[in-house]
Antibody, heavy 119, light 110 residues
């Protein structure tokens, strides 16, 4: 079955750019929508955005000015870049498959990776 | 977009039923049957529990059920078991073509 795995630095300095990659295994990325979701420590989930395999994207309006999600179908990977980070961006970042762009069915999820913003 | 409203915590004894509410607005829960629920045991990633208000993926016990009335969706867990202790999150599609989550509810099995 499809599995997702996040990778990237666990520590980012304030004002710099957070970069994460999600590797999809057990299935092709060339279908469905692929999303990033984050969870600050002790808080709820926040949708960041998604990308379709053809490159089409949709972002959370509150993060849109700082977010870029890209896809590399040759590597079966998609990536997240979040610029000008602050301590408020400290969170566990999850990647997940979104079944449809008119839906909120995220399945499956990666295990998550904690990113701390600190100098 | 504002987060959906969930109670911070609920509790119940083994064998009992509990219901977790998820209140949205006329821009999301009220007009779309695109509400999902996720279960997140401590230290783990969320797992899909319910999609499209009331659909259970294969493998999810029928003790878990979802419903919706107006701008409020609900998750009911019947025959509560110790292993059900977890955080539960709801999500909804919105009229802005975005996704909004609730703040999460911690379920304690007494």
């Amino acid at each position: 079955q499809v599995q997702l795995q996040e990778s990237g630095p666990g520590l980012v300095k304030p004002s710099e750019t957070l970069s994460l990659t999600c590797t999809v295994s057990g299935g092709s990325i060339s279908a469905y929508y692929w999303s990033w979701i984050r969870q600050p420590p002790g808080k709820g989930l926040e949708w960041i955005g998604y990308i379709y395999y053809n490159g089409g994207t949709n972002y959370n309006p509150s993060l849109k000015s700082r977010v870029t999600i890209s896809v590399d179908t040759s590597k079966n990977q998609f990536s997240l870049k979040l610029s000008s980070v602050t301590a408020a961006d400290t969170a566990v970042y999850y990647c997940a498959r979104l079944i449809s762009r008119f839906d909120t069915t995220f399945d499956p999820w990666g295990q998550g990776t904690l990113v701390t913003v600190s100098s | 977009q504002s987060a959906l409203t969930q109670p911070p915590s609920v509790s119940g004894s083994p064998g009992q039923s509990v219901t977790i509410s998820c209140t949205g607005t006329s821009d999301d829960v009220a007009i779309y049957n695109r509400v999902s629920w996720y279960q997140q045991p401590p230290g783990t990633a969320p797992k899909l529990l319910i999609s499209e208000v009331s659909n259970r993926p294969s493998g999810v016990p029928d003790r878990f059920s979802g419903s919706k009335s107006g701008n409020t969706a609900s998750l009911t867990i019947s025959g509560l078991q110790a292993e059900d202790e977890a955080d539960y999150h709801c999500s909804s599609y919105t009229s802005s073509t975005t996704v909004v989550f609730g703040g999460g509810t911690k379920l304690t099995v007494l």
